[in-house]
């Protein structure tokens, strides 16, 4: 597996990152990776909504037109 250095960070940006990472329970050196992974993702928002397997028929979102039953309060 490849090494990645970084040189010449701000203080605050790697005291925000260790931040960052002790309030996820992890390492600065996993929260970097994590940070990595999410922003190289790729593509667009509308790829990864089309890319997203079918969830059903339309009718499972329909709201039912019944007026609620009456309720003595």
């Known amino acids: 597996m490849a ?5 010449n960070i701000d203080d605050d940006l790697v005291a925000r990152l ?4 002790a309030a996820h329970g992890r ?3 996993e929260e970097h990776r994590q940070l990595l992974r999410a922003a190289l993702r790729g593509g667009d928002l509308l790829a990864r ?8 028929d339309d009718g499972d979102f329909r709201r039912s037109h019944q007026m609620p039953r009456d309720v003595d309060l």
């Open 3 to 7: 090494q990645l250095i970084v040189r």
């Open 18 to 21: 260790k931040k960052r990472a």
């Open 27 to 29: 390492s600065a050196e």
């Open 49 to 56: 909504l089309e890319a997203m397997p079918d969830a059903g």
